[in-house]
């Protein structure tokens, strides 16, 4: 669903001097660098952009999605205001940043929580249900827009505030409504100057005076009530350290406050919906015509759903599954599921170390020679001699490349048995070090470490961006399962894998490392095992399980060795099973 | 920067009023210098990109009034390739000589070799081994015997910092033919003086710019360094009427999901507001 509403200015000529993209201005321009003109990638976008700043909210907003997207306790966001016209406009995003400001605030801040509280304690009438709803959450949204009034936040949950109030009171009906009333109260209590609500509210609108008489006859006794909760809800309400605390103060402030409001609205309609005040008037045809638009939208975006959901980087995807169906031991298969909670890790990289490493990395490569020929100075090209009295491009130059050829995977083993620091320390040296040499001639390598997590076994890739990163070494030792998983997951077709195990002791927990290694030799994946630390009877356990294909690293200066040793076995086999 | 040309077509370069170092390193730099009348000196400065490395060795020739000679090692590839290459000179096959050897006979030269850990094949440093020993000198067939002059000083440039992304080590026995002095960003008084003298910006423009870029270098979760040079280009950007967004936005070289990440979090956490929009217009005349 894309609509042009560009403006096009020209000159006398007839060309195009200027296009204008209607609500393009907006305070998001300022960050917003990561955009698309196509729908789906781009709501891909903006949504990790609206997630990203709901990280300094507070940490228990939860995941935010899409309306029509499937996730449970997700904040979902209905996108129709946004619709239609891509990258979506700097104002049109202001407006969807400052709907997800509000309700994360409500959220943090136990909003619902506090709603049902409430309920449960002034007990309201059937009657006044819809009136309660409406006064509650108006309240909210005061109190909610007053926190993010302490910062840049509060520019976009203005724009926000300001499309619903307009939208609610463009559909109004003859005043007194208590939607109304409350609304422009909203206005006044929630704005960024602090100041403006004590003044108090004045219909100056020709419609006002004229038309409908002015609205203050009505609405000023009862804003004057609202008002007296303002500086409570702006200053020490937020002033309370715990959400409980500030949870408990606005229930006993609306309590008070709803049973005085009352007294003003009791015979006024909420707005067109309050069944109680209004005869139903039937559907009439804007409103339908609203539905039937965000209709279409939610089916765009459930359209759209998988796209979406697969375009965002990925959360704790769970694998088990897959794996139960790759081992025969299925009834052991331990939960393995990914993971991308991570810590920034130190830099541990030996130098010296990293050095020999290179090397042993090197003689695992095929060598390349590329050419830069048609050179007018370099090195003699003899086979474009012939080319001396003509054009004098009669030169090469030779450069040598190193690229390992195969997809190279380096799975770290950082369960409970590693935890001790002096060791998780020497194992970082160790993978760190490995992995920068493997680096230099495989670009496109990968790192991963495994652990337990709420009985989980968590695999979680630990090189990304260029920047090392680590985990927590927790929990059993689930081998089998993240064997299978890591190979299966960074298969690439048509070629082969290479998949180094670091470990200090065998699995002891899930379905096994035998099926793994069924696994990889059946897919054409090279699996070669590295004990570090390992005790006497460690290192008989992993030759049980992994045969020929592991070497044990007492001292870290035997590393290159023992890594080149294992190539070299596994270069053998590799030859051996070709023919 | 404007140099001034010596006898030999290579360069004094003019000194630059308003670099710094630290007083240990002017020490270091005074020290190589003595040493340096007494027989040829190798030198190596190390430091984080764009912490004035290349800065200090231009300054370094400036100030004692040498020639200076900067060659990038990252371009290298074959062994000699510093030295000349072969090409066609009327119809004939002859060797053509770069600056290189003339840079290294020439007396009290200063030779920068820039980014000594990045050639494009490792092989291609081995005829400075020979240079930089105590030999101080190199057979090659095409030029013959090259001997380094007296008083000349290399200056070998590595930047460090960058171990995660598979920068080339430097060889353990090149390294080993170095003075070695170890340089860091300045200090923020520091800094905000040469942003003043050298891009023009005021000074709570220049204040701003490094409150903002200490909130970058503070955050490691975006891992984006702020040298010195881009806290310049900063400067330059805001200097000739940019804001400070599209500063930001040209200067820090980062991905677009990355400068996203700056840019909200000063957005957010320094309050930084610029409300603006894109329009799309015809380039057709200045």
Redesign the interface.
């Known amino acids: 669903m894309t609509y042009d509403t560009t403006l096009r200015l020209m000159n006398d000529a007839g ?7 209607p609500g ?4 998001s ?6 955009k698309s003109p196509i729908e789906s990638v781009e709501l891909v976008k903006l949504l ?2 609206i997630r ?2 709901s990280t ?1 909210i507070g940490r228990n907003v939860g995941e935010i999605v899409w309306s029509g997207m499937e996730l449970d306790n997700a904040l979902a966001l209905d996108p129709t205001p946004i619709m239609g016209t891509y990258p979506v406009p ?1 104002g049109k995003t202001d407006l969807m940043v400052g709907i997800m400001v509000q309700e994360a605030y409500k959220r943090v801040e136990w909003s619902e929580r506090l709603r049902e509280m409430l309920r449960q304690r002034v007990q309201p009438p059937t009657q006044y249900e819809y009136k309660f709803d409406m006064f509650f959450s108006v309240c909210e949204s005061v109190y909610v827009d007053g926190l993010a009034n302490t ?3 509060g ?1 976009y949950a203005e724009v926000a505030r300001d499309w619903r109030i307009v939208k609610t009171l463009k559909s109004l009906i003859k005043p007194p409504t208590l939607s109304e009333m409350l609304h422009l109260w909203w206005r006044l209590a929630a704005h960024r100057d602090p100041e403006l609500y004590k003044h108090g509210h004045s219909d100056l609108t020709l419609g006002g005076l004229v038309m409908r008489g002015s609205l203050d006859q009505y609405y000023r006794k009862p804003m004057e009530t609202m008002n007296s909760i303002v500086p409570a809800l702006r200053d020490d309400c937020p002033a309370l350290p715990s959400v409980s605390d500030r949870c408990d103060f606005r229930l006993d402030l609306y309590e008070n406050l709803w049973r005085e409001v009352l007294g003003h609205i009791r015979f006024w309609p909420g707005d067109r919906s309050d069944r109680f005040m209004m005869p139903d008037m039937g559907d009439d045809d804007e409103l339908a015509q609203e539905e039937a638009e965000q209709a279409a939208v939610k089916a765009t975006i459930v359209n759209y759903a998988n796209l979406i959901e697969a375009a965002l980087p990925q959360k704790n995807r769970d694998f088990t599954d897959q794996i139960k169906g790759n081992v025969a031991n299925f009834e052991n298969v331990a939960r393995v599921e990914g993971n991308d909670i991570v810590m ?1 890790a130190r ?1 541990r ?1 030996d ?2 170390l ?2 020999k490493l290179e090397q042993v990395v090197r003689n695992a490569t095929d060598r390349r020679s590329v050419f830069n020929r048609g050179l ?5 090209h003899s086979r474009r001699l012939y080319r ?2 003509t054009t ?1 491009a ?2 090469q ?4 490349e190193f690229d390992m050829r195969k997809n190279v995977v380096l799975l770290v083993d950082a369960t409970g048995s590693m935890a001790d620091p002096t060791q998780w320390d020497q194992a970082e040296m160790i993978y760190q070090t490995l992995f ?1 040499a493997i ?2 001639y495989a ?1 496109n390598a990968r790192l991963f470490a495994y652990n337990e997590v709420r009985n989980a076994c968590r695999i979680t890739e630990i ?1 990304r ?4 990163l680590t985990v927590l070494p927790h929990g059993r030792t689930a081998s089998g399962e993240a064997i299978i998983a890591t190979a299966m997951n960074t298969r690439i077709p048509g070629k082969k894998t290479l998949l180094v195990h670091i470990t200090d002791g065998a699995s002891n927990w899930g379905c096994g490392v035998a099926d793994a290694l069924k696994y990889c030799k059946g897919n054409s994946i090279s699996l070669l095992t590295l004990g570090v630390s390992c005790s006497l009877s460690a290192k008989q356990s992993l030759r049980d399980e992994y045969g020929s294909l592991v070497k044990f690293v007492d001292k870290s200066e035997q590393l290159p060795k023992l890594f080149g040793e294992l190539i070299v076995s596994e270069m053998r086999e590799s030859r051996t099973s070709q023919q | 920067m404007k140099i001034s040309s010596s006898a030999n077509g290579l360069f004094v370069p003019e000194v630059d009023p308003y670099y710094y170092v630290s007083t240990e390193n002017q020490s270091f730099l005074d020290k190589f210098s003595k040493i340096s009348k007494k027989h040829p000196v190798n030198v190596l400065v190390v430091g984080k990109q764009g912490c004035g490395k290349s800065s200090l060795v231009r300054q370094y020739a400036a100030v004692n009034r040498l020639p200076l000679a900067t060659f990038q090692i990252g371009i290298l590839s074959e062994p000699g390739q510093l030295f000349g290459e072969y090409a066609l000179e009327n119809g004939e096959t002859r060797y053509k000589q770069f600056l290189f050897p003339q840079a290294i006979q020439t007396p009290n030269c200063v030779i920068h070799l820039e980014e000594i850990n990045r050639p494009e094949h490792p092989k291609a440093l081995n005829m400075l081994f020979s240079i930089l020993s105590d030999d101080r000198q190199v057979w090659m067939d095409e030029l013959g015997l090259l001997q380094v002059a007296p008083g000349v000083v290399f200056f070998a440039t590595l930047n460090e910092g960058a171990e995660f992304v598979g920068t080339e080590l430097l060889d353990p026995a090149l390294r080993d033919r170095f003075y070695v002095t170890t340089m860091d960003f300045l200090p923020n008084e520091v800094e905000i003086e040469v942003l003043e003298k050298k891009t023009g910006v005021t000074h709570e423009q220049a204040r701003e710019i490094i409150t903002v870029a200490n909130s970058i270098r503070a955050n490691a979760d975006l891992g984006v360094d702020v040298s010195t040079r881009k806290i310049l280009m900063l400067g330059e950007m805001i200097a000739a009427g940019g804001t400070l967004r599209e500063a930001i936005v040209t200067s820090l070289q980062t991905d677009k999901k990355t400068l996203e990440s700056v840019l909200l979090s000063l957005h957010v956490n320094q309050g930084k507001v610029e409300k603006s929009k894109t329009e799309y217009v015809q380039y057709i005349a200045a």
Do not use: C
């Open positions: 060309d195009v001097t200027r296009f204008v993209i393009e201005e907006g305070y321009d300022f960050w917003r660098r990561d990790v952009a990203k700043l300094f700097a910062s840049v936040l520019y920034l830099n990289v130098r010296q990293l050095h007018s100075s370099g090195k003699i001396a009295h004098g009669v030169f130059q030779k450069k040598h920068t680096l230099e670009p090189y961006g260029g920047r090392m």
